[in-house]
T-cell receptor, first 114, second 117 residues
């Protein structure tokens, strides 16, 4: 079965650089969630989108922005990167009809900021 | 808002022994509950979920969990573990809201299950 695709899987950036993470949801899933998991931490909700509109916002820094496109894929843009942004970033998707409460996670993008 | 407490950060067990990973939640509204497993350097895989109905839910890989509303708990159990079950296990909660488009998850801190030979 098709799963959530995230790219890139690994990313190394310098402080103050920018990064763009991409998420391709499971086909016919129209809701996307982004989570950040710091080293040894639990995943923290960042932001979510439904039908290309932001549906909720969590502890996402102002330096980060995200959007969902017409094909439902989503991108998380991170600017002025800091050392503390080093983490595993997960994208999850869910279908709004029938099972929208269940999220399916991608493999994550591991971001290292040097 | 919801919160989740996983009472044990680490649980070491021997192969073929039973295991229980504890999870308690707090919420002022009805909730949906989930257990996810994270193998080393991998993503989160859904083990099982409780939405409504029978309080005993069965998931993949022989795991099951029981929802106890009075105790606000959702403990995960397996009668006989294997070496391959070694992983981090996360309990998660979201509000039970029919027809909604936002079910952001709140996770517990995770329990590292280590199965020894």
């Amino acid at each position: 079965a098709a799963g959530v695709i995230q790219s890139p899987r690994h990313l190394i950036k310098e402080k103050r650089e920018t990064a763009t993470l991409k998420c391709y949801p499971i086909p016919r899933h129209d809701t996307v969630y982004w989570y950040q998991q710091g080293p040894g931490q639990d995943p923290q909700f960042l932001i979510s989108f439904y039908e290309k509109m932001q549906s909720d916002k969590g502890s996402i820094p102002d330096r980060f922005s995200a959007q969902q496109f017409s094909d439902y894929h989503s991108e998380l843009n991170m600017s002025s990167l800091e050392l503390g942004d080093s983490a595993l970033y997960f994208c999850a998707s869910s279908p709004i009809l029938g099972g929208g409460e269940t999220q399916y996670f991608g493999p994550g993008t591991r971001l290292l900021v040097l | 808002a919801q919160s989740v407490t996983q009472l044990d950060s680490q649980v070491p067990v021997f192969e073929e022994a039973p295991v229980e990973l504890r999870c308690n939640y707090s919420s002022s509204v009805s909730v949906y509950l989930f257990w996810y497993v994270q193998y080393p350097n991998q993503g989160l895989q859904l083990l099982l979920k409780y939405l409504s109905g029978s309080t005993l839910v069965k998931g993949i890989n022989g795991f099951e969990a029981e929802f106890n509303k009075s105790q606000t708990s959702f403990h995960l159990r397996k009668p006989s573990v294997h070496i391959s079950d070694t992983a981090e296990y996360f309990c998660a909660v979201t509000h039970a809201y029919s027809g909604g488009s936002n079910y952001k998850l709140t996770f517990g801190k995770g329990t590292l299950l280590t199965v020894n030979p």
